[in-house]
């Protein structure tokens, strides 16, 4: 079974357990400092024992030597094994600078014939020792309490009447091999301390060398103006560090661009309010006048009734202005974070065409929809429904009395060696719009001089509104001539993916 791999952020929000990084500094100092400590305590400890293992060979072999000095004066004495140690040898044994020596000689039937005769035996399983030619056996015990290490060497003793082997052995306490063990100890431990200090302060010089650049962008950003949102350079930090300032410097370039559309937005929207408003306001202060006035004539009724009849459609102009401007802002600044789904759009334009049907007949245009097949596409309902009602009340505000207005939704069809999903089209029988000027009429607040003499009253924020409504659905929007010759046809592509 397949499990889907979590997102990289996801999966560092888990590690991290929701709490902060914290410093980089410290971090790198903490990852390089302590695997170097282990390292190099793991290196003292193989150091170490490498030493223990030399000075017990060392030892072993002093040992070793010691037992074969007194082997050789083992011998068969009227058919007795005795050993001759001189009391020279025997003070050598009491004050040696390896430890404490003990040594017993055992003859050919085990008899004690001289030395410590309950110095510990030789074990079974001890196997002979192979770094010497002799037959050696080294091995631990203790002895009255204190550990020693013992070489058990087997001696042949012969003469004419008997021949045998005699079993020498040597011990030696633990004393002299701990102070040097100690003394290795001491020795490697000190060194590596010693290494451990000089690495850490070069650890400490090169990480702080290594951040001065993301040291050096920290104070460049920190000092720019509130108003400064220019590129940072990215030959400030490493080349690694180079994407980083490369995402940021397009998220300061994406933050001008909406500074700039909110500004812009702002400067159009009250300059296209301050009219209708300052008219509205005009009108307002005419029918005052004209109610103020005694005994108003017939006449003065009429001229009260166009004013008041002036003032609903200024106030009809003014509030579909603002719903247009709130639309506007709502897709530039917050489109993308709305929830898509699967919207039928043969449905969306069937709403649309019932919820225009009386304004077409007011004005005497035939408004007809052409929807043979479904058309889903993967979008949001009410911004498809604000991009179908805008193009349909586009086309009839400038197509004049008697003409028609054709609303039309197809399903996938190849144009232009592309396969579309939907398309979406709204072709009227108007003067349309000449080929020079219909990239900008996409633009907010801008108008033609035909739009400005059939709807004087218009906005300019139809088109603009579609083109973002179509943008942010990934769809293709075409602005060509009618098939009349004069009129305009807009059609809105979507994409195949549903």
């Not at 056996?137 to 003793?157: E, T």
């Not at 060398?209 to 930090?237: G, H, I, N, Y």
């Amino acid at each position: 079974m397949n499990v889907p791999r979590q997102p990289l952020a996801e999966r560092l929000r888990r590690y991290a357990h929701g709490r902060p990084l914290g410093s980089l500094r410290s971090q790198l100092l903490r990852w390089l400092l302590i695997p170097l400590v282990m390292l190099v305590l793991l290196d003292a400890f193989f150091v170490y024992r490498n030493a223990l293992d030399a000075a017990d060979m060392a030892y072993d072999r002093s040992l070793l030597a010691s037992t074969r000095a007194l082997a050789e004066r083992v011998s068969i004495v009227g058919g007795k094994v005795v050993a001759e140690v001189p009391y020279v040898a025997l003070d050598s044994f009491e004050t040696d600078t390896l430890g404490r020596i003990y040594y017993k000689v055992t003859g050919i039937n085990g008899e004690l014939v001289s030395g410590y005769g309950d110095l510990p035996a030789v074990p079974k399983n001890v196997p002979r020792s192979q770094n010497y030619p002799a037959l050696v056996r080294f091995y631990h015990a203790d002895y009255h309490g204190k550990p020693i290490r013992i070489a058990a060497l087997l001696q042949p003793v012969y003469d004419d009447s008997m021949r045998g082997i005699a079993l020498i052995q040597v011990g030696e306490t633990l004393d002299a091999r701990r102070g040097l063990s100690n003394q290795i100890l001491f020795d490697t431990l000190s060194w590596q301390a010693a290494m451990i200090l000089v690495m850490a302060a070069l650890v400490w010089f090169a990480v702080r060398l290594v951040l001065q650049p993301l040291m050096r962008l920290k104070t460049e950003v920190e000092t720019r103006a509130l108003s400064d949102l220019s590129d940072v350079d990215p030959t400030l930090v490493h080349k690694e560090m180079r994407p980083l300032v490369s995402a940021m410097n397009g998220s300061m370039s994406r933050l001008q661009q909406l500074i700039a559309s909110q500004r812009r937005f702002i400067a159009d929207a009250s300059h296209q309010l301050r009219t209708p408003l300052t008219v509205l306001k005009t009108q307002a202060e005419l029918a005052l006048r004209a109610c103020d006035r005694q005994g108003a004539a017939a006449q003065d009724v009429a001229a009260l009734r166009d004013i008041v009849r002036s003032i609903a459609a200024t106030t009809d102009s003014t509030v579909l202005l603002a719903n247009r401007l709130l639309t506007l802002a709502r897709i530039e600044h917050g489109g993308e974070n709305l929830a898509m789904e699967t919207v039928p759009l043969r449905e969306v334009a069937q709403q649309v065409g019932l919820e225009m049907a009386m304004v077409s007949v007011g004005r005497h245009i035939d408004l007809s929809l052409e929807a043979p097949d479904d058309a889903p596409v993967h979008g949001q309902a009410l911004l498809l429904h604000e991009l179908v009602a805008n193009l349909v009340d586009n086309a009839l505000r400038y197509t004049p009395h008697g003409g028609s207005v054709i609303l039309r939704v197809r399903a996938a069809q190849a144009a232009s060696g592309q396969e579309y999903g939907a398309v979406l089209e709204v072709e009227d029988s108007g003067k349309g719009i000449a080929p020079a000027e219909r990239e900008r009429v996409l633009t907010p607040f801008y108008r033609v001089g035909a739009a400005l003499e059939s709807n004087p009253g218009g906005a300019g924020l139809g088109l603009a509104i579609v083109r973002d409504i179509a943008a942010l659905h990934g769809a293709r929007l075409e602005l060509a001539t009618a098939a009349n010759g004069h009129g305009l046809k807009v059609s809105v592509k979507f994409s195949g993916a549903v």
